[in-house]
């Protein structure tokens, strides 16, 4: 297995949540299917990377690290850039979801995103665990 050190999103049941670590091929995958779907949002949407960086407040250039995969957004902004190309969370994270439109479960997502943090790390984990094992 490959892994390289970096930002990565785990993504549960329609929840992002980042985690400072390593990450797999896997992963390196998905950092790659983001830029892809990014660029294809921007497409769509007939938007220029330019328009995307003034809605949610940053420079042209972190637009075009995201789209040439050179770096990925925080969690928070994932969120933002979801909502101004009026997309899923999880289909710009390269999940299996229909591309369709921010809607209530980006807003329900954020608000558990926001519990979550709230845990100590010890609870946060054993939660993970859980989910983990439920999905076994």
Same mark, same amino acid.
């Given at each position: ?21 390593? @990450? =797999? *091929?896997?992963?390196?995958? +998905?950092?790659?299917?983001? %830029? /892809?779907? $990014? ?30 995969? @050179? =770096? *990925?957004?925080?969690?928070? +902004?994932?969120?933002?850039? %979801? /909502?101004? $190309? ?31 943090? =709230? ?18």
């Amino acid at each position: 297995m490959i892994y390289s050190v970096d930002i990565q999103y785990c993504y549960i049941e329609g929840y992002n949540i980042l985690f400072p670590g390593i @990450r =797999t *091929a896997e992963q390196e995958d +998905r950092m790659d299917s983001f %830029s /892809k779907r $990014l660029a294809k949002a921007l497409q769509a949407r007939q938007m220029p990377q330019s328009v995307l960086a003034s809605k949610i407040g940053v420079s042209r250039a972190l637009i075009t690290m995201y789209v040439k995969g @050179r =770096t *990925a957004p925080r969690k928070s +902004r994932l969120s933002e850039i %979801s /909502k101004a $190309l009026d997309v899923q969370t999880a289909w710009l994270l390269g999940y299996n979801v229909s591309m369709g439109h921010a809607d209530q479960s980006d807003e329900v997502a954020d608000k558990i995103r926001i519990m979550f943090g =709230t845990l100590p790390p010890a609870d946060q984990k054993s939660l993970l665990d859980t989910l983990n094992h439920m999905d076994r």
